[in-house]
T-cell receptor
């Protein structure tokens, strides 16, 4: 859905580098979700954020991954010291409030070489 | 066993055929979503259901809460309907955290 903007669309990183993925939610949406789709696997929840707060990060790997949604600017998913297993499509979604329809972005495809 | 199961995993049909994709889930839910994903592309939300039936164009989605089952139907299928269709549920607890099925890869031949 064009309303949720993700960038970059494609990112190539060498092992050990950092990857930063950005997500600008639809206008008026204060809830952001990140999901990951590993090759040949289904989508999995990673983290749910509201402005300046992490609400649920139960799907985030314990190390190297972090997310934020600052008061101003996009939500950022940060992966430090990337490994080949981090290669995946990362989707951001936003919603205006709890329980409402969520809208997905076009995804960011991370390739670790 | 996955909390959300879809069938079939793959479906090939001829243009014009009536298509049905099924989704069963094992958890209590607040809503069920049907999503569409084209190869290498983004995800589009087709429907969000908590009861009954919804229709949008040639797409119809139904849900039976008692049986924990939903179906997505496509009437007069067209090659542009070829995509992966994904069922996802919002559990009652942690409703913002979608649990996804594995997807159904649909191919419509002209």
């Amino acid at each position: 859905n064009a309303g949720v903007m993700q960038n970059p669309r494609h990112l190539v990183r060498r092992r050990g580098q950092e990857a930063r993925l950005r997500c600008s939610p639809m206008k008026g949406h204060s809830h952001v979700y990140w999901y990951r789709q590993l090759p040949e696997e289904g989508l999995k929840f990673m983290v749910y954020l509201q402005k300046e707060n992490i609400i649920d990060e139960s799907g985030m790997p314990k190390e190297r991954f972090s997310a934020e949604f600052p008061k101003e600017g996009p939500s950022i998913l940060r992966i430090q010291q990337v490994v080949r297993g981090d290669s995946a499509a990362y989707f951001c979604a936003s919603s205006p409030s709890w329980g409402n329809t969520i809208y997905f972005g076009e995804g960011s495809w991370l390739t670790v070489v | 066993k996955n909390e959300v199961e879809q069938s079939p995993q793959n479906l090939t049909a001829q243009e014009g055929e009536f298509i049905t994709i099924n989704c069963s889930y094992s958890v209590g839910i607040s809503a069920l979503h049907w999503l569409q994903q084209h190869p290498g592309g983004g995800i589009v939300s087709l429907f969000m259901l908590s009861s009954g039936k919804k229709k949008h164009g040639r797409l119809i989605a139904t849900i039976n809460i008692q049986e924990k089952h939903s179906s997505l139907h496509i009437t007069a299928s067209h090659p542009r309907d070829s995509a992966v269709y994904i069922c996802a549920v919002s559990a009652i607890q942690g409703a913002q955290k979608l649990v996804f099925g594995q997807g159904t890869r649909l191919t419509i031949n002209p």
